[in-house]
Nanobody
Framework: VQLQASGGGLVQTGGSLRLSCAAS????????IGWFRQVPGKEREGVSCINTAGSNTFYAESVKGRFTISRDFAKNTVDLQMNGLKPEDTAVYYCAAPNHFVQYCSLVPTSYSYWGQGTLVTVSS
């Protein structure tokens, strides 16, 4: 199971970035995908997740109304559109997948078994 996160970068407050999680065909067909973020010295935080069919999504309160998660079945990716970025959104962002089918995804990191490498998002004030 392989996940590859990309799309991070440096952006000013109020700007936008689009992260993408590329998954193997197997993973995208059978697994929910979650996006998490982590800053040094803090625990990994759930940001958003989407179930296998793309019919259920969840967002952390801190990103509701600003971030949108979506699946592109043709490309086997799960994208996280981040608008209205704030300095407190600065973190390394990871995508992850559980090791079994779930009807509803979770924002709890321990629910996920497979993790991609992180992509750094820096929001300047």
């Amino acid at each position: 199971v392989q996940l590859q996160a990309s799309g991070g970068g440096l952006v000013q407050t109020g700007g936008s970035l689009r992260l993408s999680c590329a998954a193997s065909e197997f993973t995208s067909d059978l697994h929910a995908i979650g996006w998490f973020r982590q800053v040094p010295g803090k625990e990994r935080e759930g940001v958003s997740c989407i179930n296998t069919a793309g019919s259920n999504t969840f967002y952390a309160e801190s990103v509701k109304g600003r971030f949108t998660i979506s699946r592109d079945f043709a490309k086997n990716t799960v994208d996280l559109q981040m608008n209205g970025l704030k300095p407190e959104d600065t973190a390394v962002y990871y995508c992850a997948a559980p090791n079994h089918f779930v009807q509803y995804c979770s924002l709890v990191p321990t629910s996920y078994s497979y993790w991609g490498q992180g992509t750094l998002v820096t929001v300047s004030s």
